[in-house]
Antibody
Framework: QLQLQESGPGLVKPSETLSLTCTVS??????????WGWIRQPPGKGLEWIAS???????YYNPSLKSRVTISLDTSKNQFSLNLRSVTAADTAVYYC?????????WGQGTMVTVSS | DIVLTQTPLSLSVTPGQPASISCRSS???????????LYWYLQKPGQSPQLLIS???NRFSGVPDRFSGSGSGTDFTLKISRVEAEDVGLYYC?????????FGGGTKVEIK
């Protein structure tokens, strides 16, 4: 069965770049009509969509974050990644990756990222 | 951005009793393709959210049939016909009719 696993540093300094990777197992990230995306959840708060990428490489970003975010695919590793630049404490959250077809169908377990010096 | 407002904020339910959650949208979620892009998720304590319902009323794979979704336009409802202990958690509605997709604020369901 398809599984997604987020990885990356748990602590990032303010003004630096947060880089996360989602590794997909049990299925191919390419050659299928799925989107792949990132969602975050600040501690004790609700869910916010960050970005999505189609298997063909087309990208979509939340306008509120667009100037700081890049999403990319690495089909050779069956992974997709998120880069969030110039982070502040407001970017502290659990970051989830997900497979998307309409809704966010399959989610990773999430990874907590804290922005602090 | 489209704003989704969920009510109530919290719900305490006796096992075996029904429960209902409302999600109201600031604008219609009916797309020009004729589909309505409204989803429901459950986030159990300490877990990732899981998809329950897609396109207003379609249960996702493996979701028990005690969960049902209904509604149209701007008003939607998630119903649990008989609440079980494993149904506790935060329920979120979400739309994807346009970018960015947004989530409701959540409804916390507890067992009495």
């Amino acid at each position: 069965q398809l599984q997604l696993q987020e990885s990356g540093p748990g602590l990032v300094k303010p003004s630096e770049t947060l880089s996360l990777t989602c590794t997909v197992s049990g299925g191919s990230i390419s050659g299928s009509s799925y989107y792949w995306g990132w969602i975050r959840q600040p501690p004790g708060k609700g869910l916010e969509w960050i970005a999505s990428i189609y298997y063909s490489g087309s990208t979509y970003y939340n306008p509120s974050l667009k100037s700081r975010v890049t999403i990319s695919l690495d089909t050779s590793k069956n992974q997709f990644s998120l880069n969030l630049r110039s982070v502040t404490a407001a970017d502290t959250a659990v970051y989830y990756c997900a497979r998307i077809r309409g809704g966010f169908e399959i989610w990773g377990q999430g990874t907590m990222v804290t922005v602090s010096s | 951005d489209i704003v989704l407002t969920q009510t109530p904020l919290s719900l305490s339910v006796t096992p075996g009793q029904p429960a209902s959650i409302s999600c109201r949208s600031s604008q219609s979620l009916l797309h020009s393709d004729g589909k309505t892009y409204l989803y429901w998720y459950l986030q159990k304590p300490g877990q990732s959210p899981q998809l329950l319902i897609s396109d207003v009323s379609n249960r996702f794979s493996g979701v028990p049939d005690r969960f049902s979704g209904s509604g149209s336009g701007t008003d939607f409802t998630l119903k649990i016909s008989r609440v079980e202990a494993e149904d506790v958690g935060l329920y979120y509605c979400m739309h994807s009719v346009q970018l960015p997709p947004t989530f409701g604020g959540g409804t916390k369901v507890e067992i009495k």
